[in-house]
């Protein structure tokens, strides 16, 4: 079956240093790759997302690229801010499950001033 | 403005109770779903839907229960066989045949 898997926090920051989350995945056949954000006490967003081998998601200063030889889609921020303290879900679909989205358990991102 | 809608924030729950936590979408989405995250934890697929009057168990199902009589609407009744059900509860929808998931602002169950 499908599966993903994230780093393990809390990742914990100083304001402007560079950040990576690092997520790699396993799918029976070419998967639709895709970060949420969520902050304390509320829902998941949508943070980016890529459909295709070599895409590049990016929001909000984050970015992540979709690797199908690694299996990965590491979550990348040059500079963090404290405002990015959250909780970051990597996860896939795919159409021969249904289209079902399939996380990772989290990583907690920790930004201190 | 287009959203999911979930009521209440907070619930508390006497142990034996059954309780029934809202979900209304107004994107016009036909599939929607309920999810439960616990402290520290990911997201776990509790049932969906894709089409009114239709319904799935997800990954943990027992002790759950749903219905779909409109499009808008996916109640989740957690019943007294649920007997861990202090949690934080997600509901979300998606457009037919797309995977970009719009999620709710969550439920938290506590049980007294």
């Known amino acids: 079956g499908n599966s993903v898997t994230q780093m393990e926090g809390p990742v914990t920051l100083s304001e402007e240093a560079f950040l990576t989350i690092n997520c790699t995945y396993t799918?029976?056949?070419?998967?639709?790759l895709f970060w949420y954000v969520q902050y304390p006490g509320e829902g998941l967003q949508l943070l980016l997302k890529?459909?295709?081998?070599?895409d590049k998601g990016s929001n909000k200063g984050f970015e992540a690229t979709y690797r199908k030889e690694t299996t990965s889609f590491h979550l990348e921020k040059g500079s963090v801010q404290v405002s990015d303290s959250a909780v970051y879900f990597c996860?896939?679909?795919?159409?021969?499950?249904?289209?079902?989205?399939?996380f990772g358990g989290g990583t907690r991102l920790m930004v201190k001033p | 403005d287009g959203g999911i809608t979930q009521s209440p924030k907070y619930l508390f729950r006497k142990e034996g109770q059954n309780v029934t936590l809202s979900c209304e979408q107004n994107?016009?989405?036909?599939?929607m779903y309920w999810y439960r995250q616990d402290p520290g934890q990911g997201l776990r697929l509790i049932y969906y839907s894709q089409i009114v009057n239709d319904f799935q168990k997800g990954d943990i199902a027992e002790g759950y229960s749903v219905s779909r009589e409109k499009k808008e609407s996916f109640p989740l009744t957690v019943t007294s066989a649920q007997k861990n059900p202090t949690a934080f509860y997600l509901c979300a929808s998606s457009r037919s045949g797309f995977a970009e998931a719009f999620f709710g602002q969550g439920t938290r169950l506590t049980v007294v």
């Open positions: 799918a029976t056949g070419y998967p639709s």
């Open positions: 890529a459909t295709k081998a070599d």
């Open positions: 996860a896939l679909s795919e159409w021969n499950a249904g289209n079902m989205l399939t």
């Open positions: 994107l016009n989405h036909d599939a």
